[in-house]
């Protein structure tokens, strides 16, 4: 909520809980947090992590001033998160109340529209990095050329949508 500058009503509406627990691994120990963002008939799978604890013997990040060896305090994750630190990462998260779309279909029928393809299937809806809204990803193969795909995405809030050819698979 912090990170995003998003209300409680907003995260009570729109996000929901999944899975968070702390786990150890080489570098110390990491909360980690598995969520749904929802938002009208879109939802978005997304996890989040970041180290609580680094390991006293570490040497990555030496110029990192946060302590070692310790549960390390609010200001220090931030810090450690800020700079991405021993795979810590907090997502953006749009606080957008709307999406351009009415539907699922709608929204496929316009990236359709925009490539100029007669169809492509939806895989999945991601949140860009970038901006914390939601995408629709979908691809398609192309009938008549060799390991040659479409790759669409288009953002659920704005409309704006990105179209590649991309191979369908590599050896």
Not at 8 to 13: G, N, V
Not at 30 to 38: A, D, G, Q, R, T
Not at 133 to 144: F, H, R, S, T
């Given at each position: 909520m912090e990170?995003?500058?998003?209300?409680?009503?907003?995260?009570?509406?729109?996000?929901?809980?999944?899975l968070s627990n702390i786990g150890s691994w080489d570098e110390g120990v990491?909360?980690?947090?598995?969520?749904?963002?929802?938002l009208g008939?879109?939802?978005?799978?997304?996890c989040d992590q970041f180290i609580v604890k680094i390991k006293e013997n570490t040497s990555y990040f030496p110029t990192l001033n946060v302590p070692r060896g310790v549960y390390l305090t609010k200001d220090q994750i931030r810090s450690v998160v800020n700079h991405y630190a021993y795979s810590s990462y907090i997502s953006?998260?749009?606080n957008a109340g709307e999406l351009k779309f009415n539907s699922m279909d709608q929204a496929l029928d316009n990236l359709i529209q925009k490539a100029n393809v007669t169809t492509l299937c939806s895989r999945m809806i991601t949140i860009n990095y970038l901006?914390?809204?939601?995408?629709?990803?979908?691809?398609?193969?192309?009938?008549?050329?060799?390991?040659?795909?479409?790759?669409?995405k288009i953002d659920l809030i704005t409309g704006e949508t990105s179209i590649a050819d991309v191979p369908c698979a590599i050896n």
């Open positions: 990170k995003n500058n998003l209300s409680e009503q907003f995260f009570s509406e729109h996000i929901e809980l999944c990491s909360f980690n947090v598995c969520y749904k963002v929802k008939w879109a939802i978005a799978y997304n953006k998260i749009s901006t914390g809204d939601l995408i629709l990803e979908a691809g398609a193969q192309y009938d008549n050329k060799v390991n040659t795909c479409i790759d669409g």
